[in-house]
Antibody
């Protein structure tokens, strides 16, 4: 059974860079035609798609965050990562990694449990 | 501000039928892209509830169904049960400026 697990610091200082890693288990990140993505949820608010990456390294970022987002992938470790620079209080959220839909007819079918990231000095 | 608009809350008594709406625009739902729905229980990750044309992942009862018309979609829950109390999110694809996955702001379902 495919499982995803987020890891990384739970506290980031304002203006610094948020870094999270998602480890995929129960399957290979290179198998099938899936992108791997990040979605966040500020406390008490809705879901926001951050971006996604294919195992080859090709990426797609939400235009609203594009200038601050970098994603990378390490197929040898079955991991992909998120970096969000110049964070502010508005970036405090639960960050989820998820398997992206292969087409617009599909949904995000596998999610990590989420990692709460706070922004404070 | 979410790209897809949902009511903040809905409620219903056990056994009743409730619907949750999801309104988009001509670049997402109105363009014919499928709408998918997620259920989020408190403190947990969203779970895919219904996708595509009324497709349900294994284990999701057929009490949950969806419909779509124009730039809107709806999730219907019949035979409401206490365990249905959760937050529900709609999601679609947007072919706007750059095209990407978009979500609704979420609807809190309260079972009275």
């Amino acid at each position: 059974q495919l499982q995803l697990q987020e890891s990384g610091p739970g506290l980031v200082r304002p203006s610094e860079t948020l870094s999270l890693t998602c480890t995929v288990s129960g399957g290979s990140i290179t198998s099938s035609n899936y992108d791997w993505g990040w979605i966040r949820q500020p406390p008490g608010k809705g879901l926001e798609y951050i971006g996604s990456i294919y195992y080859s390294g090709s990426t797609y970022y939400n235009p609203s965050l594009k200038s601050r987002v970098t994603m990378s992938v390490d197929p040898s470790k079955n991991q992909f990562a998120l970096r969000l620079s110049s964070v502010t209080a508005a970036d405090a959220a639960v960050y989820y990694c998820a398997r992206c839909p292969p087409t617009s007819r599909d949904g995000f079918d596998v999610w990590g449990q989420g990692k709460m990231v706070s922004v404070s000095s | 501000q979410s790209v897809l608009t949902q009511p903040p809350s809905v409620s219903g008594a056990p056994g009743q039928r409730v619907t949750i709406s999801c309104t988009g625009s001509s670049s997402n739902i109105g363009a014919g892209y499928d709408v998918h729905w997620y259920q989020q229980l408190p403190g947990t990750a969203p779970k895919l509830l219904i996708y595509g044309n009324n497709k349900r992942p294994s284990g999701v009862p057929d009490r949950f169904s969806v419909s779509k018309s124009g730039t809107s979609a709806s999730l219907a829950i019949t035979g409401l049960q206490a365990e249905d109390e959760a937050d529900y999110y709609c999601q679609s694809y947007d072919s706007g400026l750059s095209g990407f996955w978009v979500f609704g702001g979420g609807t809190k379902l309260t079972v009275l």
